[in-house]
């Protein structure tokens, strides 16, 4: 079983859909969790933190739920440029706490049609 | 400006000939990081280094390894490549190591012929 899964996708989508990513995580000691964002031939660019609160920063809205050991990202009102490949990354502290390890999830591609 | 900077950014490279791949950071953090991206996969961390203590993952393989000459280079190097290691490399890299944010560079494409 993979560390992070997501969404097998792709996600085909018209502009102005609301659109939902899931994530799971196995490691019940991880402690940060994150959305990033990857276009095609770049690097990931961090796209949001997640909180066991809820977090929300403009059309996005990210959720954990750390007792089902799951987080979502929720896109509302896609925009074409929203096209990219969502990783959900969980961190977990690494060689007794000095350094915080990142378990990428294999993504989700988003196409925004027009 | 950029703050992580991988070069080159594209590296073609014999089947067994040895190859550096680079990076640099002008944020003076702690760590810095190195992952492997195949196609169409996760990002993978390889190793890292918090100052000059150097952090292999335990499955990267032994043809992987890493210098820090100070704290604004990291070089990785491979030692003999094979065709298996064509991917994107990416370093990363935060200021103290803990639930902070990692800061990319653009990856250095690496294709082995």
């Known amino acids: 079983r993979k560390e992070v899964e997501q969404d097998p996708g792709p996600f085909n989508v018209p502009e102005g859909a609301t659109v939902a990513f899931n994530c799971t995580y196995s490691n019940s000691a991880s402690q940060s969790f994150f959305w990033y964002r990857q276009d095609c031939r770049k690097e990931p660019k961090l796209l949001m933190s997640v909180y066991s609160s809820g977090n929300e920063d403009g059309r996005f809205t990210a959720q954990l739920n750390r007792a089902s050991q799951y987080i979502s990202l929720l896109i509302r009102d896609s925009k074409l440029s929203d096209s990219a490949t969502y990783l959900c990354?969980?961190?977990?502290?690494?060689?007794?706490?000095?350094?915080?390890?990142?378990?990428f999830g294999t993504g989700t591609l988003l196409a925004v049609q027009p | 400006d950029a703050m992580v900077i991988q070069n080159p950014r594209y590296q073609v490279t014999q089947f067994g000939k040895p190859v550096t791949l680079s990076c640099s950071q002008t944020l003076n953090h702690n760590v810095m990081y190195w992952y492997q991206q195949k196609s169409s996969q996760a990002p993978k961390l390889l190793f890292h280094y918090y100052d000059k203590d150097f952090n292999n993952e335990a499955d990267t393989p032994d043809n992987f390894q890493s210098r820090r000459p100070n704290t604004s280079f990291c070089f990785l190097d491979i030692r003999s490549p094979g065709l298996g290691d064509a991917a994107m490399y990416l370093c990363a890299t935060t200021r103290y190591g803990g639930q902070e944010t990692q800061y990319f560079g653009p990856g250095t494409r690496l294709l082995v012929l």
């Open positions: 990354v969980v961190g977990v502290m690494n060689y007794g706490g000095a350094t915080n390890k990142l378990i």
